[in-house]
């Protein structure tokens, strides 16, 4: 499975920002797929992930009412809609894909809110 994220940028602070990450390969074996961000000296961290089956989300408290998950199974894509941007927000955003056996990663896409 590969995974292309894209969508990040600078924004100010209460904006929004939406992250697309592609998917490729062998994605039927996948059953979540999510969003990680890694802050520079902080651990990655979840921030959303959504099952595949069911469509189940799940969000870490700091972004509940501001971020919201989705996938398009036809495109094979994942999205993240980030509104009410903070400060805070700022990391390098990953997309994730997890299979019975293994753990997929993109590139990470850079994401800057401005105070």
């Known amino acids: 499975v590969q995974l292309v994220e894209s969508g990040g940028g600078l924004v100010q602070a209460g904006g929004s920002l939406r992250l697309s990450c592609a998917a490729s390969g062998s994605t039927f074996s996948i059953n979540v797929m999510g969003w990680y961000r890694q802050a520079p000296g902080k651990q990655r961290e979840l921030v959303a992930n959504?099952?595949?089956?069911?469509?189940?989300?799940n969000y870490a408290d700091s972004v509940k009412g501001r971020f919201t998950i989705s996938r398009d199974n036809a495109k094979n894509t994942l999205y993240l809609e980030m509104d009410s941007l903070k400060p805070e927000d700022t990391a390098v955003y990953y997309c994730n894909a997890e299979s019975l056996w293994q753990q997929y990663w993109g590139q990470g896409t850079q994401v800057t809110v401005s105070s």
């Open positions: 959504i099952i595949s089956r069911g469509g189940s989300t």
